[in-house]
């Protein structure tokens, strides 16, 4: 094999090992570097309608309906919190559990309303978030960047 040969062999020995690289890169990335959970809103439905996430992880909204929508999180004793989602809106939940909510599109008289749910679970066994809201709103979750007491 001459000096050509050689070269060549040791550029593709080098291609094979930085496409290794890489692959076990994006196999071993950690879980948050993942894409937010999503949720699309569209006329008849929810895509899916139960998202399973993390605490301290994004869940977007995405509303593909062509329709205001209205997201309402129903809490506890009926303290309820609504958000109108333009295009899309994203919550961080703080609290672990189950968290309906409902999603009313158009007005009065063609209004629809879907039913979802977020079911959170700590993130790590035995680890301890950092909560993403003071302590005065928590537990709670966060709305475009904003704390919400719930």
Same mark, same amino acid.
């Given at each position: 094999m001459g000096l050509f040969g050689r070269r060549q062999a040791r550029r593709a020995s080098r291609l094979v090992a930085a496409a290794a690289a890489a692959f076990l890169a994006a196999a071993l990335a950690p879980a948050a570097a993942r894409a937010d959970d999503e949720v699309v809103i569209v006329g =008849? !439905?929810?895509?899916?309608?139960?998202? +399973? #996430?993390? #605490?301290?992880?994004?869940?977007?909204?995405? =509303? +593909?309906?062509?329709? *205001? &929508?209205r997201l309402q999180f129903l809490g506890d004793a009926g303290d309820d919190r609504a958000f109108?989602?333009?295009?899309?809106?994203?919550?961080?939940?703080? +609290?672990? !559990?189950? @968290?309906?909510?409902?999603? @009313?599109? !158009? #007005? %009065?008289?063609? &209004?629809v309303t879907l039913q979802g749910t977020v079911e959170v679970v700590k993130q790590g066994a035995g680890s301890l978030d950092p909560p993403t809201c003071d302590s005065v709103t928590l537990p709670g979750m966060?709305?475009? !960047? %904003?704390? *919400?007491a719930w």
């Open positions: =008849n !439905g929810l895509r899916p309608p139960l998202v +399973r #996430t993390t #605490t301290s992880r994004r869940v977007t909204f995405i =509303n +593909r309906s062509g329709r *205001i &929508a109108e989602v333009p295009v899309q809106l994203w919550v961080v939940f703080d +609290r672990p !559990g189950r @968290h309906r909510y409902l999603v @009313h599109l !158009g #007005t %009065e008289r063609d &209004a966060k709305v475009m !960047g %904003e704390c *919400i």
